[in-house]
């Protein structure tokens, strides 16, 4: 389990062979590429390599062919592709004529039926008017305009000047506008024209292939419409049929270009030097060493390995390896953050973890079991991703708790033994400790891995004088065995020296964690800066450190809280059903799968809360690196 | 006086409609706007204009149109007060349309001195016929001062334009005719306010009135020394003789400054001048705007009386149809998004 160790590869050659170098070895594989120049920033004569891409163009026209085309771009295998780099470019560039030439046919018919859609729509509003358009528009003396008119401006075309000279006839009308028409003399014609646009009069051009009355224009449209959609749908089946014929190249065609382009595109991790590149990155060490060998074949190319710990000023990535049971839980790990090279992986840990507080939470046989089910199917289906795998685990933790608690469906008792009796009334304050207690356990093993990880990464100070590391640890356990003893048992442990060392002097210890560390790296001074700022500082981040002990430790009583939610809102379930008709067992069915929702989310969320806030933020930092290794993603 | 809450569902029906006013986001778009299509597709589609331009044709849309909806909107919510007012109030809720039929003689007015009468009928608001107290198309078939009067004999308008009746070959004087207009309007106002309303109410909604007429007649004084290099003497006759937060020393002190510069730092002196930003005073208009929102936006906020909220709502209802004729006019002459903010009113940047 955990995170993978990485080995640092340094490749040097010859420049003529960058391609194949690349080509070989360094593309779906495990090689995750490092910006040569921060290995190389105080290495003058290396400068990165900065060339152009020749295949960015073609590489361009092919994804846009697909858009267009509305294909799915995805690999095709092009062992047996036989075309040169020109040869690649002129197949794309025929393709991309064929294409526009059968889309073409498709945009224009979509266009002009468009257009007569919007004039039938046009006709539908003037459709009163019982004249022929021929006649209309032959007329030698008069004009016709037709088109809409705010009704704003309708009562002032009587008063205007012209008044005698204008004719609108309103046709059909809605709630701002008239549609209709106005005549005009032909010798005025302008001088209308311009008050009736003053007026905000909209003109609309009645459609040339209009004959006849507006209706029976209508009529002969919608026979050219139709005439024209079964043509439209003629030639967007021969875009169909060349995409059937041609699909298959194609895409083994832009296989190539992409594995081309995107293998160029690797030089920008490279710098050269003369006539030779260099190239780093890093590979998981059970890889490393077939990796290298690799390059023995090639003349001129070298591969030399490191460990991480002799590159010291590169962070490794970080690569998960979970077990199978752990390995849905990397989705929650990754939410917080990759583990840093050098930490611990928590991953494992919140598995058995949050599985466990779920099934303690949720505790109920048969729910869980129908949680368990519903994770099969979604893995089965592929449905869900990691969560499906969360919901199995957590399922079957849920049901196993259910079977202690011997609680089924929500029914109390259906089995024969009870081991845990959690929801026996005098039981709750028992149940509540208990809770608390498993926090604290929890709580002290955060710590321990805290301590853990300073050690790993050699942090003195992180080590002895944090608040979670053994300082913290010391007082923590303390005053929790001190206290248990004095409440619990009555015997009183606090002599004057017990306090003394393992309380005062640890909180001491966390106050001047600073001050102590520079003190040991003999630095100049120990307290910089301000000393009263400092002192107020010191003091209250004490105080957030020992308030958060108490929160964090009394946080975990939820816990306990929700396995009595869980047993409250069954109650109700069961009492609602009494309702609904003695124990109507729809409303119990109808309940029971609302409880599984509410409750599961509810949990869930919790359960999560208690990882980040509670835990992981005693020990986890998170900022690692991804593992990316160079591959092309077509 | 009872009219002095006025009908809670009144006040609460303002305030629902306040909270259909454009955000600052909308202004960030609309000044970003590079065409007025795209305005009036952005109204259409982002904003409380919705079903007002649902039947609009964005890419046909004339701004004179779309201006002209605008304001037929603010005259439609007005019309919404009257259904909530009981008969004793209608005189003072009346208060707009007296404005607006004032701007309409004014406009008339304008347009014969410029010899184009006929085109008054264009910008002619239909939505406001019916309510007008005489016959707005008539108006728009006046073709001289004679035919004016007649129209306008029956009302309280007659009396002042009588008076400047022109001599054959000059111009209306409508200068005085519209500072007498404005007398006319604040005095009947004011009175109906002191007859109306009593305390606190009472207070605020001359208050209101009274700050426009302040910012008016400081506005008024430093354009006239500005553009007119005018004498205290021919300034004092076009002022409207009503004093609030600026009283008649104040007043008599800027106009007795030396030039507008002057003018303006005496301005600077009185109440509004923690308002006025000292270095320029080209945008005098400007900031009184944005002194009538402030305190008008401060009033409606915190008001339980109908009468006040109806009041403050149309003034920010008004601003609010400024700042878009503003951003509209901004895109025509193809202004940068941070000027045209710069004349906008009550929005921050």
Same mark, same amino acid.
Request: overall charge negative; charged content about 25%; some cysteine.
């Given at each position: ?27 779906n ?6 910006q #040569? ?31 267009h ?59 009163s008017?019982k ?22 401006s ?10 005698? #000279? ?48 507006p ?40 296989? &190539? ?5 995107? #293998? ?14 260099y ?32 590159a ?11 077990n &199978? ?24 840990f ?39 795998g ?13 079977f ?21 009334n ?16 929890i ?11 300073a ?22 356990? #303390?005053?929790?065995v ?82 009595l939610?869980h ?16 124990g ?10 609302f409880v ?27 900022d690692?690196?991804?593992?990316e ?6 | ?5 006025g ?14 006013k ?7 778009e ?7 299509s ?76 410029a ?55 000059d ?28 305390g ?104 339980t ?18 700042n ?26």
């Amino acid at each position: 389990m955990a995170i993978a160790k990485m080995k640092l590869v340094n490749i040097v050659g010859r420049l003529k062979n960058f391609d194949t170098v690349v080509r070989s070895c360094c593309l779906n594989g495990d090689f995750h590429p490092e910006q #040569s120049s921060i290995a190389l920033d105080d290495v003058e004569e290396f400068i990165p390599i900065e060339d152009f891409n020749p295949y960015t163009r073609t590489l361009q026209r092919a994804v846009d062919i697909g858009v267009h085309s509305d294909i799915m771009l995805h690999f095709s295998s092009f062992d047996k592709l036989n075309m040169s780099d020109v040869e690649l470019e002129d197949y794309i560039e025929k393709t991309e004529t064929e294409i526009n030439v059968l889309g073409g046919k498709v945009r224009d018919l979509t266009h002009d039926i468009a257009r007569l859609e919007q004039g039938l729509t046009q006709l539908s509003h003037i459709r009163s008017l019982k004249i022929s358009l021929d006649d209309v528009f032959s007329c030698k003396f008069f004009h016709f305009r037709f088109g809409r008119l705010p009704k704003d401006s309708y009562p002032k075309l009587e008063i205007c000047d012209d008044s005698e #000279s204008v004719f609108f006839f309103p046709l059909e009308e809605d709630k701002e506008y008239y549609w209709g028409f106005y005549v005009v003399l032909t010798d005025v014609c302008d001088k209308i024209d311009e008050l009736f646009t003053s007026l905000y009069f909209e003109r609309i051009n009645i459609l040339e292939e209009a004959h006849g009355t507006p209706d029976e224009a209508m009529t002969a449209i919608r026979r050219t419409l139709a005439e024209k959609n079964a043509v439209l749908v003629d030639a967007k089946a021969e875009v169909s049929k060349y995409w059937r014929e041609h699909q298959e190249k194609f895409l083994t065609a832009y296989s &190539k270009i992409k594995y081309l382009s995107d #293998s160029f595109d690797l030089r920008k991790y490279a710098s050269k030097c003369g006539d030779n590149f260099y190239v780093f990155g890093w590979v998981p060490e059970s890889g490393a060493e077939s990796f290298a060998k690799r390059f023995q074949k090639l003349p001129d190319v070298d591969c030399v390995l490191e460990s991480s710990k002799e590159a010291e000023n590169v962070t490794p990535p970080t690569h998960l390896i979970n077990n &199978k049971i752990s390995k849905p839980f990397e989705m929650f790990t990754g939410m917080y953050g990759l583990p840093s090279y050098d930490e611990i992986d928590p991953t494992s840990f919140m598995a058995i973890a949050y599985t466990l507080f779920f099934g303690i939470m949720f505790g109920d046989l048969g729910q869980g079991l129908c949680i368990f089910l519903i994770g099969l199917f979604c893995k089965y289906r592929k449905m869900l991703g990691a969560m499906s795998g969360i919901l199995v685990r957590i399922g079957i933790s849920s049901a196993i708790f259910g079977f202690l608690y011997n609680s089924v469906f929500g029914y109390e008792g259906k089995l024969p033994i009870t081991i845990l009796p959690v929801h026996e009334n005098k039981n709750v304050g028992i149940l509540l400790i208990a809770a608390v207690a498993l926090g604290v356990i929890i709580i002290i093993i955060c710590m321990l891995l805290n301590i853990t990880n300073a050690i790993r990464q050699k942090k003195f100070d992180k080590l002895w004088f944090d608040a979670n590391g053994v300082a913290g640890l010391a007082f923590y356990v #303390s005053i929790l065995v001190a206290g248990g003893l004095l409440v619990g048992l009555q015997k009183n442990i606090l002599s004057p020296l017990f306090i003394a060392f393992l309380i005062v002097l640890p909180l001491l210890l966390i106050f001047f964690k600073e001050p102590l560390m520079r003190l040991i790296e003999r630095k100049k001074e120990i307290i910089p800066g301000s000393k009263p700022e400092f002192f107020m500082t010191a003091f209250f981040e004490v105080f957030e450190v020992l308030l958060s002990y108490m929160s964090n430790t009394i946080s975990f009583m939820r816990v306990g809280a929700y396995i009595l939610s869980h047993a409250g809102m069954m109650t109700a379930v069961f009492a609602i059903g009494k309702i609904c008709g003695n124990g109507n067992i729809v409303a119990v069915i109808i309940g029971n799968i609302f409880v599984l929702a509410l409750e599961g989310l509810v949990v869930g969320i919790q359960g999560i809360r208690l990882h980040f806030y509670e835990m992981f933020s005693r020990f986890y930092e998170g900022d690692g690196k991804p593992y990316e290794p160079a591959k092309i993603d077509y | 006086m009872a009219y002095n809450t006025g009908s809670k569902a009144l006040t609460a029906k303002v305030h629902a409609m306040y909270g259909n006013k454009l955000t600052q986001q909308n202004y960030r778009e609309l000044v970003r706007k590079q065409t007025v299509s795209e305005l009036a597709s952005y109204l259409k589609q982002q904003t409380a204009y919705a079903p007002l331009l649902r039947e609009v044709n964005e890419n046909l849309v004339h701004r004179g149109q779309l201006e002209n909806i605008l304001k037929r909107d603010l005259f439609d919510q007005y019309m919404k007060v009257f259904h909530y007012i009981q008969r004793g109030e209608l005189r003072f809720y009346r208060f707009l349309i007296m404005k607006m039929e004032i701007a309409e003689v004014l406009s008339c007015i304008r347009l014969l001195n410029a010899g184009r009468a006929d085109e008054y009928l264009l910008t002619l608001p239909s939505f406001f016929a019916k309510h007008s107290s005489f016959d707005l198309y008539e108006l728009a078939k006046v073709k001289n001062f004679d035919e004016l009067l007649k129209l306008l004999k029956p009302t309280a308008y007659y009396e002042i334009l009588k008076k400047y009746d022109p001599t054959e070959g000059d111009k209306i004087d409508i200068i005085k005719i519209e500072i007498e207009f404005n007398k006319l309007y604040y005095s009947k106002i004011l009175d109906i306010i002191e007859n109306t309303f009593s305390g606190e109410v009472k207070t605020q909604i001359r208050n209101s009135f009274g700050i426009q007429i302040d910012l008016s007649n400081i506005t008024d004084i430093i354009r006239l020394k500005k553009y007119f290099n005018a004498k205290s003497e021919y300034i004092r006759t076009l002022l409207l003789p009503y004093y609030f937060k600026v009283n008649k020393n104040d007043l008599e002190s800027i106009m007795d400054a030396a030039d507008a510069a002057g003018a303006w730092q005496a301005a600077c002196e009185t109440y509004y001048g923690r308002s006025f930003k000292k270095q320029d005073y080209e945008f005098i208009e400007n900031y009184a705007q944005r002194i009538m929102f402030q305190y008008h936006k401060q009033l409606f906020a915190f008001t339980t009386s109908a009468p006040v909220a109806v009041a403050s709502f149309l003034q920010l209802k008004d601003i609010e149809i400024q700042n878009i004729i503003h951003i509209i006019e901004g895109i025509r002459y193809e202004l940068a998004p941070a000027e045209i903010s710069k004349l906008l009113v009550g929005v921050e940047t």
